[in-house]
T-cell receptor, first 114, second 110 residues
Framework: GAGVSQTPSNKVTEKGKYVELRCDPI?????LYWYRQSLGQGPEFLIY????????DSGLPNDRFFAVRPEGSVSTLKIQRTERGDSAVYLC????????????FGPGTRLTVL | KQEVTQIPAALSVPEGENLVLNCSFTDSAIYNLQWFRQDPGKGLTSLLLIQSSQREQTSGRLNASLDKSSGRSTLYIAASQPGDSATYLC?????????FGKGTRLSVIA
């Protein structure tokens, strides 16, 4: 079946602009996760949804970052007033249940802020 | 705060060798540990997941072990192949959904 998909695959924007990154999880997966990966580093947790609600947003770096999952499926990560330090690969993952199950990752969106 | 360390950072071996990648974590209160593979410019592919109650998991030429009390896991790759070249990431699931190490970059030379 289809895996996790993310769009766009690449996004180049200018400092101060607003961007939206989209994640389509595996059908039927209730848990959805966003991570951010900088060059040479492992992914860092941003936010986790169980259904429509954000169960844990402790990894969001500041209030410029926000994510939604209004119908419990597709999620959008929103970044306001982008800064050059936001440049990274943003990864989305989904799993069928919290905690016990394997997380399946999408290919990521590479965000470059000029 | 959970910290995950992977040693070595990079490894180069000739084809056919058996090899071991190491992962250590500071907080033993975990639900599970997962090993991933990441190819350049790509997302992560899950290789093995070990629940906290388990000691090891095997898939083909891969075997992962977990010693929760000492905060260690190893990934054993048998009879390595050039197609195994990638970065291998270890991640633990505790109170935070997955804390990752920085990975081990593996090169298998034909």
């Amino acid at each position: 079946g289809a895996g996790v998909s993310q769009t766009p695959s690449n996004k180049v924007t200018e400092k101060g602009k607003y961007v939206e990154l989209r994640c389509d999880p595996i059908s039927g997966h209730t848990a959805l996760y966003w991570y951010r990966q900088s060059l040479g580093q492992g992914p860092e947790f941003l936010i986790y949804f169980q259904g429509t609600g954000a169960a844990d947003d402790s990894g969001l770096p500041n209030d410029r970052f926000f994510a939604v999952r209004p119908e419990g499926s597709v999620s959008t990560l929103k970044i306001q007033r982008t800064e050059r330090g936001d440049s990274a690969v943003y990864l989305c993952a989904s799993s069928s249940n919290k905690g016990a199950d394997t997380q399946y990752f999408g290919p990521g969106t590479r965000l470059t802020v000029l | 705060k959970q910290e995950v360390t992977q040693i070595p950072a990079a490894l180069s071996v000739p084809e056919g060798e058996n090899l071991v990648l190491n992962c250590s974590f500071t907080d033993s209160a975990i639900y599970n540990l997962q090993w991933f593979r990441q190819d350049p410019g790509k997302g992560l592919t899950s290789l093995l997941l070990i629940q906290s109650s388990q000691r090891e998991q095997t898939s083909g030429r891969l075997n992962a072990s977990l010693d929760k009390s000492s905060g260690r896991s190893t990934l054993y790759i048998a009879a390595s192949q050039p197609g195994d070249s990638a970065t291998y990431l270890c991640a633990v699931r505790g109170n935070t959904p997955l804390v990752f190490g920085k990975g081990t970059r593996l090169s298998v030379i034909a």
